[in-house]
């Protein structure tokens, strides 16, 4: 389905109408969603259809996921996530997982954003190298 840019443009109205102090509204974006449901202007679908890309977009930016080869100390844990913090600003909500192919180091993803530092990454580059 092709969306109007008139219904772009509404849609980006409306998500902005949700952000408070830089961070998604979640209860206002619900109210939206209802009200826009219940009135159906014209291009109610294409205006949905972008505003849940554009809060979809948001949530993967305010999310990160950390993957080390073994299981992060506390201390650990708790200075990624300040430095995280730092970076990307407050809300971020930070998931750690283990996944042994990496050998050791760590890999971080928040949004599009990706910082690789593990050794399985080092040893695809040598490997490329070659």
Known sequence: MKISKQSKRDAKQLFRS???DGLLDENRALQIVRQIVAQKPRGYMGILSHFHRLVKL???????RVESATPLSAEL???VNDQL???Y???LT???AENPALVG???????????DGSVQARLNALAESF
């Open 18 to 20: 949700c952000v408070a």
């Open 58 to 64: 948001d949530l993967e930016r305010r999310s990160a």
């Open 77 to 79: 844990q708790g200075r």
């Open 85 to 87: 913090n730092r970076l």
């Open 89 to 91: 600003g407050a809300g």
């Open 94 to 96: 930070i998931a750690f």
């Open 105 to 115: 180091g760590l890999r971080i993803k928040v949004g599009s954003d990706v910082y």
